[in-house]
């Protein structure tokens, strides 16, 4: 491994053992997506990059819609700003949050719409996310520059069967229509 020839640290990190994956203890990614309609599909390609690399393939279908659905909504409430999309593992569930700068109304009858109008943004998300027997929510955001955190629970259990069929209707089953008012 090349040294350095001031410092004895190794110029480039140890290459990972082929044929493991990382631990998934180790997922902790974040990247900052475009606050334009493009974003939601940076979002999906860099959750299915991650999702594949740790080995989580049975994860992908879901945690791919949550995160285009995450980043979709937080562009349509703050659009032309940059959002940040963290995914992470722990506790064997995926966690997707994403981060935008709309600030919460001091205003009650403001707040109470703009609660509302990010619920049915996010209607199609939730609906997945309860089939995976997750959770999601939102709130102010903890970061320095304020705004609204998004987030999704996706267990690994319920998210691995998620399209244990293989996205088809299984036969003599039909489907039936989600519910139109919000969570």
């Not at 997506?33 to 599909?41: M, N, S, Y």
């Not at 700003?81 to 009858?109: C, E, I, M, N």
């Not at 959770?135 to 520059?145: H, I, M, T, V, Y």
């Amino acid at each position: 491994m090349p040294v350095h020839p001031f410092t004895a640290c190794p110029v480039f990190p140890p290459e990972p053992t082929v044929g493991e994956p990382p631990a998934l203890d180790t997922l902790a990614c974040s990247l900052t997506v475009p606050g334009e309609p493009l974003g939601a599909q940076v979002a999906r390609a860099a959750v299915r990059a991650v999702l594949r690399a740790y080995r989580l393939d049975p994860l992908e279908p879901a945690a791919v819609q949550v995160a285009g659905e995450l980043v979709a909504a937080a562009w349509m409430l703050d659009p032309g700003r940059s959002l940040y999309l963290s995914v992470r593992y722990r506790d064997d569930a995926l966690r997707l949050t994403a981060y935008d700068g709309h600030a919460p109304h001091a205003h009650p009858r403001l707040a109470a719409h703009c609660e509302a109008r990010r619920r049915a943004a996010l209607r199609l998300m939730a609906a997945v996310v309860r089939s995976c027997g997750g959770a999601w929510g939102f709130g102010e955001s903890r970061e320095p520059g304020g705004g609204t955190r998004t987030w999704a629970s996706l267990p690994r259990s319920g998210t691995a069967a998620y399209l244990g069929h293989g996205g088809r209707q299984p036969k003599g089953e039909t489907v039936s229509r989600l519910p139109v008012a919000s969570d």
